[in-house]
């Protein structure tokens, strides 16, 4: 039931946390309702300079006030003060699936726009990643909600926020070598100095980073917790110095900046230079995805398992957008930076493993949505992995398939048999239960879902390769039983 003033368009279910700039998505459109009070502050934000300097680097979304029509298209309440249009983001992505260097560059466009707006007057009352997008390998700045006028006495309060969400994390990874993304992934508010020290052994103290901002701000929450009065009002009344805010800020860049990881290899982040078997399927592999991928221009491309992202970068040249995922966090953190480097614009690296993949998450689990929910490709590239799905973590060779055809994209998924060398080392130590592990089975399971146009086998011989094309729901029920 709905009254009036009720929103024809929904609001985004994440942006609740901040009542005065909620986000609506209305048929493609991205809009934010502005209360009286926010309103007021976006009329001075767009007339700074700090703003228009960032949105022409490409570093703040672009931004404009609604037309009335699209404002009345909405049927938005009273209460509303101003409606800004932003531009589309091609894909939403979260900071427990970036890598080091991406929540690295995340946390500097942070900070560097806080700096940017502090020279006029303004703040950001958060700083949380959600904030930040990526476009390709390019951060940029969503939430322009978030300014507000610094006044007069007032010290940074979401410090304490960019630390349990941005420092930490990355201290955890750069100086322990603990993958931050399972942390954030549990803990979405970020993990608290008391928290975090408990990683940190005193040897640890003289690292970067870690005793002046864990260990000091971890004895501090400690001899405040029976206090009652707030550490933020005190700070506000003694007339808190918008120099101290900078110098602080300056001072976390420059700490950020040294961060670093740098581990010499993983398991996979060389595969396909030490695999021989690899690399000669390599380029009969990269002929059949060019083949496909130039067939027609795609509006979203999924690269499962993408290792070093030759094949993703293959699709890219005739795709809008290419997701490009992979379990293995150095192998995603090499392709971010090759993608930096050549200032690759359509491709997203995410470390994402596909069998346990981003679910759901936040109040009432609509805050941070599924991986398919934020939007469903038209072309899946699958290429040595389905092995490890079905046998390393015993996903049935149906549900592999079925989950694949409920992408309803075009597949180019590469299948070894039992014979293949990695299929036998991941058997190796295991009792042998996948009998449908077989490549007539997993034929007859495609063609349940998929008309399959082409079949290849690779040079090494154990490896076959196909391209399918899915079919209607009507056909699929009439070919599976």
Known sequence: MTTAGDPVASYVPGSFRDRSARVIVDRGEVFRTLDQEAAA??????????????????????????????????????????????SRVPCITYPYEWSFGMLKDAALLQLEVLAEALREGFILKDATPYNVQFIGAKSVFI?????VKLEP???????????????????????RGI???????????????????????????????????VVLHAMLARATKSRSQSTLNELQNTGFPVSLIQHNVERMTRLIQKLSWEPSRSKWSDYDQTSEMVARDSDSKA??????????????????GCNLGRYALIAAEHAEQVLAMDFDHLCVETLYRQLKEQRVSNVIPLRMNVVNSSPALGWRGRERTRLEERGLPDLVL???????????ANIPLAEVVEWMASLKATLVIEFPTKNDPMVLALLRNKRD??????????????????????????????RFIYRAIPLSEARSHDRCP
Request: charged share 25%.
């Open 143 to 147: 939430d322009i909600g978030s300014f």
């Open 287 to 304: 002929q059949f995805v060019k083949a496909t991928a130039s067939a027609r221009r795609w509006s979203l491309a999924w690269d499962l």
């Open 153 to 175: 006495g007032e010290p940074w309060s979401a410090y304490q926020q960019f630390c349990e969400l941005f420092l930490y994390p990355l201290l955890l990874q750069a100086h």
């Open 382 to 392: 699958c290429l040595g992995l389905i092995h490890h799905m079905v046998i390393a």
């Open 433 to 462: 239960q996948y009998q449908e592990y077989a490549q007539t089975n997993f034929e007859q399971l495609l063609s349940c879902h998929f008309d399959i146009q082409e079949r290849l086998q690779l040079p090494s011989g154990e």
């Open 179 to 213: 993958d931050f993304q399972f942390i954030l992934r549990s803990e979405l508010e970020g993990i608290s100095a008391e928290e975090v020290a408990k990683w940190f052994s005193w040897r640890d103290w003289w690292r970067r980073g870690v005793f002046s901002h």
């Open 41 to 86: 502050v976006w009329d001075e934000v767009r007339r700074s300079q700090f703003f228009s300097t960032l949105t022409r680097q490409g570093k703040l979304v672009e931004t404009r006030e609604a037309t009335e029509n699209e404002q009345r298209s909405l049927s938005l309440g009273p209460d509303v003060g101003r409606v800004l249009h932003h």
